[in-house]
Structure formats: C-alpha cells, structure tokens
C-alpha cells in the first residue's frame, strides 16, 4: 500500500511500486481527467504536476514519489488562481477541438506561468514543445497562455 498525497487529499494506493501515477490515478482512484496518450513519455497527454512541476505520469512510478510531494490533477487544478486563469483562457479561445490532449495541455501551462508570468513566443513553445495536439491548436494555446498571463498580472 502506498499513500500518495494527490489534489491535496492523502489517498491509499494499493498497486504495486512500479505502478505509473497515471494508472494509480485512473484505475485505483477514478481520477480519469489525466489521459493516457503514448505511454513512452512523449506526447504530453498524461502531464501532472508533480511539487508544482509537470512530469509524465505515464512514465513515474509511485514508488518515486515522496511521501510530502504533492500530486496535482487535472481535476484540481481550478482551485488554483494560475490553473483557473489557464482554464478560463483555454475557453474564451476555444482552444479544444478534440479535447483529447488538453488535460495535459493545460497542466503544462499551468506549470509555465507559475514559474514564468511574462512568456515569450518561445518561453511556451519550449514549455509545450512535450505537449502534442493531434488538431493542431497550437496557435490558440499560444494565445490563451498569453492571455492568462495578462489575466494574473
């Protein structure tokens, strides 16, 4: 058994230690938000954050978790005033066509303006540069992480 502390909640994981966080989340804790794209760590789909910073669930064990880190979801990621300013930006511009990816995209973005309010052009395309959109929305995400920033300033 292994207590991750997910969303701010300490949850019971009971799956072995190799386990993927994405898996502990979906299958052990009905958290479907986080989707599972490639399981190779390469198309975004699966982004968290892990403390704050966005990891590839599909790759990171449980048993590489700490027990004082903190996983944050999709599903939490409102309460935070970055993560809702993200989220309010990714509707006014429609971002989502498919929607697949966009758990993923929002939650690397989310960890681009907590570490970095004012993004360039190339600050987000080298933060988003894991996240693939098979729609191609790349423009609007570009815009609606601007438009975020402009909203916490």
Excluded at 62 to 80: C, F, K, L
Excluded at 102 to 120: E, Y
Excluded at 130 to 152: E, F, M, P, Q, S
Aim: net charge positive.
């Amino acid at each position: 058994m292994t207590t991750l502390n997910i969303n701010g909640r300490r949850m019971a994981v009971d799956a072995d230690p190799s386990t993927p966080i994405l898996w502990a989340l979906r299958d052990k804790l009905q958290l479907t938000g986080t989707k599972f794209g490639c399981g190779a760590a390469l198309c975004g789909a699966c982004t968290v954050h892990l403390d704050g910073q966005a990891i590839r669930a599909c790759v990171t064990p449980i048993s590489a978790v700490g027990p004082n880190q903190r996983i944050t979801t999709i599903e939490a990621v409102a309460d935070d005033k970055v993560g809702k300013a993200v989220q309010a930006a990714w509707v006014q511009h429609d971002v989502a066509q498919c929607g697949y990816c966009q758990s993923g995209q929002i939650m690397s973005a989310t960890a681009l303006l907590k570490q970095n309010r004012k993004p360039t052009d190339a600050d987000i395309d080298a933060a988003m540069s894991g996240n693939v959109c098979r729609c191609g929305t790349y423009a609007r995400i570009r815009a609606a992480i601007h438009d975020a920033a402009k909203a916490l300033a």
